[in-house]
């Protein structure tokens, strides 16, 4: 199996920070992108930043300056650090990979697209 998990999210003040993760599991030979994502009721689910193997960065212009995205290679791990957060913030955060990977020991490797469950942040005092 190769899959992604979000964790990290919570109940935070307005202007208050969070660091969100998104950790790769399985046979992960390496981690082409991530990009972080979030929906918030009644809304589509848009990108907010991305990050792939070379370590180039994206964001969105509405977090630039208070998202900062970084990874852990040796973990597969990505984070979201969010800070002076605001209630617009509010919403369930997904993180999306592009995986090498194999599904078997005996399989050959293969690109894999995985989704988290997402992790709900709330903004509100």
């Known amino acids: 199996q190769v899959q992604v998990a979000e964790s990290g999210g919570g109940l935070v003040q307005p202007g208050g920070s969070l660091r969100l993760s998104c950790a790769a599991s399985g046979r992960i030979l390496s981690i082409n992108y991530i990009g972080w994502y979030r929906q918030a009721p009644g809304k589509q689910r848009e990108l907010l930043a991305g990050?792939?193997?070379?370590?180039?960065?994206n964001y969105i212009d509405s977090v630039k300056g208070r998202f900062t995205i970084s990874r852990d290679n040796a973990k597969n791990t990505v984070y979201l650090r969010m800070s002076d957060l605001k209630p617009e913030d509010t919403a369930v955060y997904y993180c999306?990979?592009?995986?090498?990977?194999?599904?078997?020991?005996?399989?050959?490797?293969?690109?894999?697209?995985?989704w988290g469950q997402g992790t709900l942040v709330t903004v509100s005092s």
């Open positions: 990050i792939d193997r070379s370590g180039n960065i």
């Open positions: 999306n990979a592009n995986i090498l990977g194999r599904l078997g020991a005996l399989q050959a490797p293969g690109n894999y697209e995985r």
